[in-house]
């Protein structure tokens, strides 16, 4: 069976109260014991002297026997717990009242004798005659006849009577009273700890359960009506911690999740729309292919050259597509990195305009720049922003009306460069601004989104640290922005724009 954390808990704290108590018990036991054994020998410790010095055992024939029986059977009807021995000077026992067969020794240890004899700490314990291994406390002291050591008087404190005695009285009771004391003790302390685990494994419960619940598609757990406190950096409860740990986990997964299906969905539109673009000059291309195979011999040289030149002219749409689309790939995999350079961004500009000064003419929009007077250098990859000036012209001029016009503006704000593009289109209806620089491109001839060159300017000013913005004017037409940072003072002074062209993907 499977026990949660607060029954596991409990169980290990059960068991080390059941041990902390028993050895608690028996400590406390021992301790008694010992201090009662400290206080009997304490008090009787001159007893053995006060027999060696007032008793008359000895007489010039030596030991008297029957006087140290008499002697000794008076002492013990007076104190019955004690046992008093005589000993030799070896420790065997010469004297006894013992009863017959009752000694389970002849010879009684004397190291502990001059322990006590010479001051030592109490309690000590010697050996018991009366038992092949106990020890007792003993009160002893030696005897002297005519200035002569001959022996030892040997009294112990608590004898066999005492122990009959102890065992049939008290010992039951004190055993039962300290065996239900410790139960007691331990079925509180059980209850206490049950109470404790419950409330401090409460809130790991709580985090367990908001776990359980964690979908993985980015949906938020439900918050609890009364949510926790988040936790302060420096806070001591680690369940807290682990919880608002949790909590940051879910939530930069929710947003990764959200990040990663917006960019699946994006993949998606751009895969469909990259099809819907496709399929049109296709089709046109393999029509005129078509249509040049089945009447090669039938069409007139000028005709044959118009539909080679429509044919050729859809295939220039195919290429440059795919060549914005490998451009896009590498932009966003990070195969592009720009190399920063010194350059004049008046010099850019005008070479842009040169390159679309045929176009522009034939669709009837002027090209002008309006560039403040003595700009220095910016810093930045030429190829790069050259390919975010003509992706920005070439979408204005597609989207410009004849007679219309498209303006770039170059001007000082703070440490950087202010690039301008507008025109006098249509401009992008406000519906259509959420996602402009992330949307695929144009279908269908109208502006949905801001096309593929939008999203390649996008990626290649993230990677200069600037962005792209769509300007708010009351002026018609659309107009994007972007900064660049000055150059500052470069040994050589700076290159001249057009010196490196763009890179061909």
């Not at 009351?474 to 724009?497: I, K, N, Q, Y």
Request: proline residues 7%; charged residues 20%.
């Amino acid at each position: 069976m499977r026990l949660t954390l607060t029954q596991r808990l409990s169980l290990v704290f059960a068991v080390l109260l059941l041990v902390c108590s028993g050895t608690s018990a028996w400590m406390q036991v021992r301790s008694n014991r010992m201090h009662e054994l400290e206080v009997v020998q304490g008090l009787s410790r001159d007893l053995a002297a006060s027999i060696a010095r007032d008793a008359q055992l000895t007489d010039a024939d030596g030991l008297m026997p029957d006087a140290v029986r008499k002697l000794f059977n008076q002492l013990m009807v007076v104190n019955p717990s004690v046992e008093v021995y005589l000993l030799g000077p070896d420790g065997q026992i010469a004297g006894h009242a013992a009863p017959e067969g009752r000694l389970r020794r002849d010879r009684v240890d004397l190291a502990p004798l001059r322990r006590m004899i010479d001051g030592a700490p109490l309690p000590i314990l010697a050996d018991d005659p009366r038992s092949t291994d106990g020890r007792k406390v003993f009160s002893a002291a030696p005897l002297r006849v005519h200035g002569r050591d001959v022996g030892f008087i040997y009294v112990v404190l608590l004898g066999e009577a005492h122990d009959l005695v102890a065992a049939q009285g008290s010992t039951n009771a004190v055993l039962t009273t300290a065996l239900w004391s410790i139960a007691m003790v331990a079925l509180l302390c059980l209850a206490a700890g049950l109470v404790a685990f419950t409330l401090i494994t409460r809130p790991l419960r709580r985090l367990t359960e908001t776990v359980r619940r964690f979908d993985m598609t980015g949906a938020q757990p439900p918050v609890p009506a009364v949510a926790p406190p988040p936790p302060t950096p420096d806070s001591r409860d680690e369940i807290a911690v682990l919880d608002g740990a949790y909590r940051q986990m879910v939530a930069r997964i929710g947003e990764q999740w959200q990040v990663l299906s917006r960019q699946d969905q994006e993949r998606r539109e751009l895969i469909a729309n990259v099809s819907h673009d496709l399929r049109t000059p296709l089709s046109s291309l393999h029509g005129y292919l078509e249509t040049l195979l089945l009447k090669d011999a039938t069409l007139q040289p000028a005709e044959r050259q118009r539909y080679l030149g429509i044919a050729l002219d859809q295939s220039r749409k195919v290429g440059t597509l795919a060549q914005s689309l490998f451009e896009l790939a590498r932009l966003e995999y990070g195969f592009v990195q720009p190399e920063a350079e010194p350059f004049a961004m008046a010099d850019l500009v005008q070479d842009v305009f040169q390159k679309f000064e045929l176009g522009a003419q034939e669709r009837r929009v002027a090209l002008q720049a309006d560039i403040a007077p003595q700009l220095p250098p910016v810093h930045a990859d030429l190829g790069l922003v050259e390919r975010v000036l003509t992706n920005l012209l070439d979408n204005a001029l597609r989207h410009t009306p004849p007679g219309g016009t498209v303006t770039v503006l170059l001007a000082r704000e703070g440490d950087a460069l202010s690039v301008q593009v507008q025109d006098t289109g249509p401009g992008i209806a406000p519906e259509l601004r959420e996602g402009l620089f992330e949307r695929p491109f144009a279908m269908g001839g109208a502006r949905r989104g801001g096309g593929l060159g939008l999203r390649i300017a996008h990626r290649i000013l993230a990677l200069h640290g600037s962005r792209i913005t769509l300007v708010e004017t009351t002026a018609p037409g659309a107009s994007f922005r972007f900064t660049l940072p000055w150059a500052g003072e470069v040994p050589g002074g700076p290159a001249r724009a057009g010196a490196r062209a763009a890179p061909s993907s």
